[in-house]
C-alpha cells in the first residue's frame, strides 16, 4: 500500500492502510498519469485516486469518504467527454484494475468486472462465437457506457447494452452491497439502465450474450463517398435502412479520410460522408444483404470484409488514442429530415480538424421495441442518436473545435427530438439532463432518493433526489 506526504487534509494514511489497492496522491509519481482521461481537455486534480483491488477496498473508499465529508467520483473506462471520472479535491475510486470477465458459454452470459473495457469483453465473447451488445469502439469503459445505455453495432438486432444487462453488483451510498436485477433491488436494477454513475459504485456487470456471424465472424467496414454526395447518400439511407434486415446495421458520419492505411493515399485527407456497416447474419445470405449497401451511387472506397466481430470494434481505436482534445453535443433524431441534411452539408464543409466527425446511430430495431418506461433510457420510439465530435491533438485548437461543435449543433437541435444521449454529453446544465429522461426523470429522482438521499454520487450527470436537491 503507498501512503503519500502530499495527503493532508483527512486521515487518507488510515486509508491506506485499510485497503489493498493503491492509493495516489498530489506530489506521487504517478499522480498527473492517474489523474488523465481520455479527454486531453480535462485537467482535474483529485485528493487523491484509490486504485480498487476488489469490491471490499470500494466499500472501504465509499465509507471513508462520507465520514470525512469528501466527494467521491468514480473511474470506469475514464472516457466520459465531460471528465467525470475525476474531479478536484475528490476521492477517486478507480476501478482500472479490476478487468476480469467470466464466459458461460452455456448460459450465454458474460460477467464482467467494472474497470474492464469493451475491447475486453469482446476479446473474451468472441472466442465463443459470440457478443453482447456494446458500442462502437473498443477502449471505452464498460461501466460507464453500460450504466448510460449503450449504443452501438448490435443494438438494431439485440437492443442496447441496458437491454442485456442481467444483474449488477453495487455499492451504495452507505457503503453497503447489494445485487440489482429483476428480481432483487428491482426499482435499482431500473434506474442502472440508463441512469447513468447516480446510484452507486458498481463493481461487475451479467449481460446476456448472443451468437453472432460466423462463430464470431462478421462481415463488417466502411463504405466512403464523396462529400459531395451527402445529400443522397443521407437520403437513400434513411430510406434503406427501415428495409434492411437486423442483421445488418450502420452508422453514417461525416469525416476526413484517416492519412493511414488501408485507406488508398490518394484519398488521405479528403472530406467524406460514410457509412460502416457490421452484417453479422448467416454468411451464406451475406451477398445478397450486402449487396444494396455496395452497389449505391459512387463510392470512393467499399471496405466490407470478413472479420472477428472484436476486430471491428477495434477498427478506430489507434485513430483516436488517449489524450486527445474532445468536445461532443449530442440529440437523438426522430428522423433524418431534408432540414438536418441542409445542416450537415453546411458544416460538414467546415469540418475544423481531420480528427472532427459527426455520426449518427440507429435507435431501432429491437431498441424501439422495448418501451420506453421499461428502463430509464428514454428515447426509444426510433431514428438516431446524433452527436457531433470535435477532436484534435493540439491543445490550441481547443476553441476551434468546441465552437465549430456548438455552432452545428445549435443549427441542427430545431430538428432533433428534443434531447440527447447522457453519454454523449458535456456538462450541459440540469435542463439538458432532465430532457434526456424525459418522463423517466422523475421516477428516477424517487429513486435517488430511496438509494442516494445525500446525493453522494453526484460527479455524474446527476439525477437529483426527489424532494430537492442536497449536494
Ligand atoms: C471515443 C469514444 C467512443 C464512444 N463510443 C460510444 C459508443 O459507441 N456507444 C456508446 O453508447 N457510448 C460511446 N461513448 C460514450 C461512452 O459511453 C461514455 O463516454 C462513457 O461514460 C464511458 O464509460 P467509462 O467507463 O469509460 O467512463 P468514465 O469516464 O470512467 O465514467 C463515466 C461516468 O460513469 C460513472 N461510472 C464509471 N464507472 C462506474 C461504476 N463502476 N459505477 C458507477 N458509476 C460509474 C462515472 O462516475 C462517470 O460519471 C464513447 C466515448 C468515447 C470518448
Keep these: 500500500m503507498t501512503t503519500s506526504a502530499g495527503l493532508t487534509t483527512a486521515p487518507y494514511e488510515d486509508l491506506a492502510a485499510a485497503v489493498r489497492g493503491n492509493l495516489i496522491a498530489p506530489g506521487d509519481p ?14 482535474k486534480h483529485p485528493a487523491a485516486i484509490a486504485r480498487c483491488r476488489d469490491t471490499a477496498d470500494v466499500i472501504t473508499c465509499v465509507r471513508f469518504a462520507r465520514e470525512h465529508g469528501i466527494e467521491i467520483a468514480v473511474r470506469g473506462g475514464g472516457h466520459n467527454g465531460a471528465g467525470l471520472a475525476v474531479w478536484d479535491d475528490a476521492l477517486v475510486i478507480d476501478l482500472s484494475l479490476l478487468r476480469s470477465t467470466t464466459v458461460s458459454p452455456q448460459n450465454h452470459t458474460v460477467r464482467v468486472d467494472a474497470g474492464c473495457t469493451w475491447a475486453d469483453v469482446d476479446h473474451a465473447t468472441v472466442a465463443f462465437g459470440m457478443a453482447t451488445p456494446s458500442g462502437f469502439l473498443g477502449s471505452t469503459g464498460v461501466a460507464g457506457l453500460a450504466l448510460g445505455g449503450g449504443i452501438g453495432y448490435l443494438a438494431r438486432r439485440f437492443g442496447l447494452t441496458v437491454d442485456n444487462l442481467l444483474a449488477a453488483d453495487v455499492v451504495l451510498a452507505d457503503g453497503t452491497f447489494v445485487t440489482a436485477s429483476a428480481d432483487s433491488h428491482s426499482d435499482l436494477f431500473w434506474a442502472l439502465r440508463g441512469g447513468g454513475g447516480n446510484f452507486g459504485v458498481v463493481t461487475s456487470f451479467t449481460f446476456r450474450c448472443h451468437d453472432i456471424g460466423d462463430h464470431g465472424m462478421i462481415i463488417g467496414g466502411p463504405v466512403l463517398y464523396d462529400l459531395a454526395d451527402t445529400p443522397e447518400v443521407m437520403r437513400w439511407y434513411r430510406e434503406l435502412l427501415p428495409s434492411l434486415p437486423e442483421e445488418l446495421s450502420g452508422w453514417i458520419a461525416l469525416l476526413t479520410i484517416p492519412p493511414a492505411p488501408p485507406f488508398p493515399q490518394e ?17 451464406d445470405r451475406a451477398d445478397e444483404v450486402l449487396e444494396p449497401v455496395k452497389t449505391f451511387g459512387s463510392p470512393l472506397v467499399v471496405g466490407l470484409h470478413a472479420m472477428p466481430f472484436n476486430v471491428l470494434q477495434g477498427a478506430f481505436d489507434a485513430l483516436y488514442p488517449a489524450g486527445l482534445q474532445w468536445y461532443w453535443r449530442t440529440d437523438f433524431f426522430n428522423e433524418i429530415s431534408d432540414e438536418a441534411i441542409d445542416v450537415h452539408v453546411k458544416y460538414g464543409a467546415q469540418l475544423p480538424t481531420g480528427h472532427s466527425t459527426m455520426h449518427l446511430y440507429p435507435i431501432d430495431g429491437a431498441v424501439s421495441r422495448v418501451p420506453a418506461d421499461a428502463t430509464a433510457f428514454a428515447y426509444r420510439e426510433g431514428g438516431f442518436a446524433g452527436v457531433i465530435v470535435g477532436v484534435d491533438p493540439d491543445p490550441a485548437n481547443a476553441g476551434l473545435i468546441t465552437q465549430w461543435a456548438r455552432d452545428y449543433w445549435e443549427a441542427l437541435h430545431p ?13 450541459e446544465g440540469q435542463d439538458r439532463i ?3 429522461y424525459r418522463g423517466n426523470y422523475d421516477r428516477l429522482a424517487q429513486i435517488k432518493q430511496r438509494y442516494d438521499p445525500d446525493n453522494t454520487f453526484h460527479i455524474c450527470q446527476n439525477i437529483q433526489p426527489a424532494g430537492g436537491p442536497n449536494p
Aim: hydrophobic share 40%; charged share 15%.
Design 415 to 427: 430538428t432533433s427530438a428534443g434531447g440527447g444521449y447522457i453519454n454523449f454529453m458535456m456538462l
Design 30 to 43: 504517478e499522480y498527473d498519469q492517474a489523474r488523465a482521461v481520455y479527454n486531453g481537455m480535462i485537467d
Design 267 to 283: 484519398l488521405w485527407g479528403r472530406k467524406a460522408c460514410g457509412i460502416v456497416w457490421c452484417y453479422t447474419g448467416p454468411h
Design 434 to 436: 432532465r430532457a434526456a
